[in-house]
């Protein structure tokens, strides 16, 4: 399907054409371009595809705005607008369905530029959900500034038809509504009903009113309706299009361009080391250069002798990630759990969890570390005492926890000030100093990262004791060099 | 009470139980029904034996190949997974699953937090009030709000239950969707390491968070007298750091530590304190405009063990097998009835295959009960199914 773009095409296009192909400024991506482009082009409209992609992702990951509130949609517009494409601004600004020439042409390319970006994100899974996030809040931004008669155009050509329920039925159960519902004025929107798992975001945050397997929507909650199908749409493409991989790749002007695109996101994923860390040394380590949160379930496995199933999963892998070997590793676990249990029952329950973590049980893949995200976004439970402390801790535990390790007073209020606004990473970067007393500002995106940061300090290998103004530019570096290495991955899941 | 609860017993008796009182029929076409479209035979059946040798990706094709295969394995355990594309023997790790019910479990365990009679693998008549209270917001909401008919409840043996609902339409649900049902029912959220793991917001509460508290409201009184949340110097320090007003906290703290030690008592004057406090000081309500139902919830909502119902592939123990370490059957019971049941009047293997016992009648007539309303259960998902298999070749047909 999407290969299309680089056959031979007889048509050329023409303006009429176009009207007809792009009516409106919200497109749900059905049907793959195929006219002829230059490759210059071609080169160009996925840059500044990508561009706009990432341009998202600054706003809600490095600026820490709220997705989808005004100062955020206000930072992606200015910031499309000072890089030059003034075109993506005014598609996400006020989306609608003139029939300008200027109109037809930003359409046109934000069309191809979409089909180009799929193919450079199909590859690997991890890319697939990049993409899809960022597409879905480019998706939600467009459609969230909708003019109503837009919104009403758009689901005509796209063919949907909802009909609204009746005033008697929806007399029935205002008051539900107005509890229910996360809108002003209730009793003046019209409502409509819709299959519950045609909304899981809204039933997910408990936003919407659902009775009977039904859920009562207002008009301008149908982007979830919607977001919901075209996620799903886009998700099957990406695997399409990565079946079409090889055909396309016969083209080496285009393997260049498109694997070129997106190195940048391929940060470590710690899942071969090379050095052998001794177990013996982990006591040790821990204290010195394990993040808080490894630290957390390090000191609770030997005080308790025991974790539940979420923190063997985060600890036994991050061990993997430094080094640890899976003979050790067993001989580690089997030790402390051995204190509260005997012998047989640790090889029958808990020694296959450790074996599959190192790829040896079950499906046999060699399982990475968890990055911070996946352990900030992870459920934590009762009993449970992994996930990311600076997000799973009550910050009077947090400052317990702190000053039991003697951080000092101001650093200690940093730390817990910027966990309690939210910023994990940075609180955790702040702790990185405060243990090591250097002000380094590294961006920690993941556990195993902290661990050899660390490792480097204590070896000697960063020099720490530099200049003041030397300093400053090296702190800059870092950040900027982190910054980019930061997986964005999903970040819109757990903003919501 | 029972005289032995003889594990080494359980080779010579398993044989025995399985054959007279599994109710093999039932169950069989329970599974059947709920593999529909599929074949009996794609659905994972998982066995623990007596050495704890695991066995997974068995499958039976019908009732008659289920008793011989009980009859040569004798499972401790038995578990059950997903409906695949295939026999699971065949594919094992390339197999697609394709349907599986949608499943919740609820332990005891989970509220070491909260309760005080018992803790870890203990539980006893006073904890299993929080079952009941579990049992009927989650019944009450998968049928009002989620509209699903068929749902099963099961003691899970131990110190739980699970619920399996066998709708069509939650049979194939996707993972995002049981992961949104599960966020949706899931109240309480942190570890060990967060004190208040209820936060409610300052919107108006939604209608399934208010209509829980009304069902949470008709027992509380009850366990708060059970468990006495509030009657020690330590429990009291638990309620104080679930209030995040300082000032707050110190007037109630002054107050109830000087009262007697009834929680019951402690907990109206608290009610009263809050109440006061509320309406003098009219800009502390952004901070604790739902403390009460906060605190009401993280005492008494359900715990779920969300993972288990958000994985498609998670294995399950099944209904009327048999408890290992207790001996306990894991019988079906009516959600309006769990109140009225008692641990120690669910019927276990001893008692069941002993006459001399002492329960042995009760307790057969309680195995007859459970039966009997797994049996209507299952009656009405056949009928679910047969209607709906009619409307689909209808449809079909207006094409």
Redesign the interface.
């Known amino acids: 399907m999407d290969l299309k773009i680089k056959r031979k095409s007889t048509r050329t296009a023409h303006s009429s054409n176009l009207l007809e192909n792009y009516p409106h400024d919200l497109q749900m991506y059905k049907v793959p371009p195929i006219e002829n482009i230059r490759l210059h082009e071609f080169e160009t409209l996925a840059l500044e595809r990508l561009t706009l992609l990432r341009c998202l992702a600054t706003a809600t990951t490095l600026k820490g705005l709220r997705i989808y509130s005004n100062e955020w949609r206000e930072f992606v517009l200015n910031e499309l607008r000072s890089q030059g494409l003034k075109y993506y601004a005014n598609l996400c600004d006020i989306s609608g369905f003139g029939t300008s020439e200027a109109d037809l042409q930003a359409r046109r390319k934000d069309h191809i530029g979409h089909f180009i970006l799929r193919l450079a994100y199909c590859r690997t899974e991890e890319l697939r959900r990049w993409f899809v996030a960022r597409e879905l809040e480019l998706f939600k931004l467009r459609f969230m500034t909708m003019k109503s008669e837009a919104v009403v155009e758009f689901f005509k050509i796209n063919k949907l038809c909802y009909t609204n329920i009746s005033e008697e039925e929806k007399n029935e159960i205002i008051g539900?509504l107005?509890?229910?519902t996360?809108h002003q004025k209730v009793d003046s929107l019209k409502f409509y009903k819709v299959k519950?798992?045609e909304v899981?975001?809204l039933?997910?945050?408990?936003k919407v009113?659902?009775?009977?397997?039904?859920a009562y929507i207002p008009d301008k909650d149908f982007i979830s309706v919607l977001s919901a199908q075209y996620r799903i749409h886009l998700k099957q493409s990406l695997v399409v299009a990565c079946h079409h991989l090889g055909e396309i790749e016969q083209d080496e002007r285009l393997v260049g361009l498109l694997k070129g695109l997106h190195q940048s996101y391929s940060g470590d994923d710690y899942s071969d080391t090379k050095v052998v860390v001794p177990i013996e040394t982990l006591d040790s380590l821990s204290v010195k250069s394990f993040p808080l949160c490894m630290r957390?379930l390090h000191e609770q496995l030997r005080l308790s002798h025991h974790l539940k199933h979420g923190g063997r999963l985060q600890y036994g892998l991050f061990l993997k990630g430094i080094g640890v070997t899976l003979e050790d590793s067993l001989r580690f676990w089997r030790d402390e759990f051995t204190k509260i249990m005997d012998l047989d029952k640790f090889e029958?329950q808990y020694a296959y969890n450790i074996r599959y973590n190192y790829g040896k049980e079950?499906?046999k893949k060699n399982y990475s570390p968890f990055n911070c995200l996946k352990i900030i976004n992870n459920?934590?439970?009762?009993?449970?005492?992994?996930?990311c402390?600076y997000r799973?801790?009550?910050p009077?535990?947090?400052k317990n926890r702190l000053k039991g390790y003697g951080i000092e007073h101001q650093a200690l209020h940093d730390i817990v000030d910027m966990a309690k606004r939210g910023h994990f990473q940075i609180a955790c970067s702040k702790y990185f100093d405060a243990a090591h007393n250097t002000e380094l500002g590294l961006g920690i995106n993941h556990p195993n990262q902290y661990f050899e940061e660390s490792q480097k300090i204590l070896k000697g290998e960063n020099k720490v004791e530099i200049k003041k103004e030397t300093k400053q530019t090296t702190i800059k570096k870092e950040q900027s060099k982190q910054m980019e290495d930061i997986d964005f991955d999903e970040i819109s899941e757990w903003n919501e | 009470m029972v005289a032995h609860y003889d594990e080494n017993l359980l080779s010579d008796m398993l044989p025995v139980y399985y054959t007279r009182l599994f109710p093999q029929n039932i169950f069989c076409r329970w599974l059947a029904c709920g593999n529909s479209p599929q074949p009996l035979s794609n659905r994972e059946l998982s066995f623990t034996l007596a050495d704890d040798v695991y066995i997974r990706y068995l499958s039976i094709s019908n009732q008659k190949e289920f008793q011989a295969l009980l009859q040569k394995k004798c499972p401790y355990k038995l578990d059950i997974g997903a409906v695949y594309n295939n026999k699971p023997s065949i594919s094992r790790h390339d197999a697609v699953v394709l349907a599986r019910e949608l499943v919740f479990d609820i332990d005891l365990t989970d509220y070491d937090e909260v309760r005080t009679c018992c803790q870890e693998a203990k539980v006893c008549d006073k904890c299993w009030k929080f079952m009941v209270i579990a049992c009927e917001i989650i019944h009450t909401s998968l049928k009002d709000d989620f509209g699903f008919q068929n749902i099963l409840w099961v003691f899970s043996g131990r110190r739980g239950i699970h619920c399996w609902v066998s709708d069509f339409e939650a049979r194939t649900l996707d993972s995002p969707g049981r992961g949104a049902i599960a966020d949706y029912l899931c109240l309480i959220i942190g570890g060990d390491n967060q004190n208040k793991k209820v936060h409610l917001g300052v919107d108006n509460l939604h209608s399934s968070i208010r209509r829980s508290i009304g069902i949470i409201d008709k027992y509380f009184d009850e366990v708060m007298l059970d468990q006495e949340f509030i009657g020690t110097p330590e429990r009291l320090q638990k309620l104080l750091k679930m209030i995040p007003d300082e000032t707050l906290r110190d007037i109630v703290e002054n107050n109830l530590t000087k009262m007697p030690q009834s929680s019951l008592e402690r907990w109206k004057s608290f009610v009263n304190i809050y109440d006061t406090y509320l309406r003098e000081n009219g800009n502390a309500i952004r901070k604790i405009k739902y403390l009460l139902e906060e605190i009401k919830i993280q005492y008494c909502y359900p715990r779920l063990d969300v993972n288990v119902t958000k994985g498609f592939n998670h294995l399950l123990k099944s209904p009327f097998s048999i408890h290992p370490k207790t001996g306990k059957v894991s019988v079906v019971f009516k959600p309006n009835n769990a109140r009225n049941m008692k641990l120690d009047e669910i019927p276990t293997i001893y008692t069941l295959l002993d006459d001399s016992s002492p329960d042995n009648v009760q307790h057969q007539n309680n195995m007859r009960s459970a039966v009997k309303i797994f049996q209507e259960v299952v009656f009405s998902l056949e009928k679910a199914e047969a209607m709906r298999r009619r409307n689909d070749a209808n449809t079909t047909l207006e094409f």
């Open positions: 539900c107005r509890e229910s996360m519950f798992y899981l975001d039933v997910k945050s408990r009113y659902i009775q009977g397997g039904y957390q029958k079950g499906s459920n934590v439970g009762p009993g449970d005492c992994h996930g402390p799973h801790c009550d009077s535990n947090l």
